[in-house]
């Protein structure tokens, strides 16, 4: 199984150009989720879906938007990037029913100019 | 906002060294979660403990949920360069489907 894979692993955008950054797991996980880390500030939650045909807003969904396209598939979108977005960006996934734990993806790493 | 503190921060450390760190919190979680994240790589699962007092092992390391299961600490006995890395805590709690992460420690180990 590859677990959590992301798209792509680098990205370099100028100040508003748009793109959306891809994430897939084959866990038959019910959850999924997009965050970003910055130094200093730890993983701070964009947005998650709790189940497929949901979403819902974390702690900074300010300049992004998500799709759930399928239970495997969740994307993030970034409409018109701006230099505060510049960071890396991970997907994960949680099969839910009472577990806690999550899995992670490789990550994407976007610089924004 | 239900936060988690880990401390210390950073930590360096030589090979062959002892360690401890900690994930603090003023909240009661259902469960907690450590993970390590290497660097440019994303958080790989370490442990989950569920049970207030309950105690785990993965090889050298060692993993304690306190007893009011608001608080964890991890241990690492004669720690390894390859221990490099950033050590996160998540907790979960309830129904709820999101994870609290703390900032993570930042652990060097020295060959």
């Known amino acids: 199984n590859a677990g959590v894979t992301q798209t792509p692993k680098f990205q370099v955008l100028k100040t508003g150009q748009s793109m959306t950054l891809q994430c897939a797991q084959d866990m038959n996980h019910n959850s999924m989720y997009w965050y970003r880390q910055d130094p200093g500030m730890g993983l701070r939650l964009i947005y998650y879906s709790a189940s497929e045909g949901t979403t819902d807003k974390g702690e900074v969904p300010n300049g992004y938007n998500v799709s759930r396209l399928n239970k495997r598939e969740f994307s993030l979108r970034l409409e018109s990037a701006a230099p505060s977005q510049t960071s890396v960006y991970f997907c994960a996934s949680r099969l839910g029913q009472g577990l806690y734990e999550q899995y992670f993806g490789p990550g994407t790493r976007l610089t924004v100019t | 906002t239900q936060l988690l503190e880990q401390s210390p921060q950073f930590l360096s450390i030589q090979e062959g060294e002892n360690l401890t760190v900690y994930c603090n919190s003023s909240?009661?979680?259902?469960?907690l979660q450590w993970y390590r994240q290497e660097p440019g790589e994303g958080p790989v699962l370490l442990v989950t403990?569920?049970?207030?007092?309950e105690v785990k092992k993965l090889k050298r390391l060692t993993f304690q949920f306190g007893d009011a299961r608001k608080d964890s600490s991890l241990h690492i006995t004669a720690a390894q360069p390859g221990d490099t890395g950033l050590y996160l805590c998540a907790g979960g709690r309830g129904s709820n489907y999101k994870l609290t992460f703390g900032k993570g420690t930042l652990l060097t180990v020295n060959p």
């Open positions: 909240s009661v979680f259902s469960s």
């Open positions: 403990v569920v049970t207030g007092g």
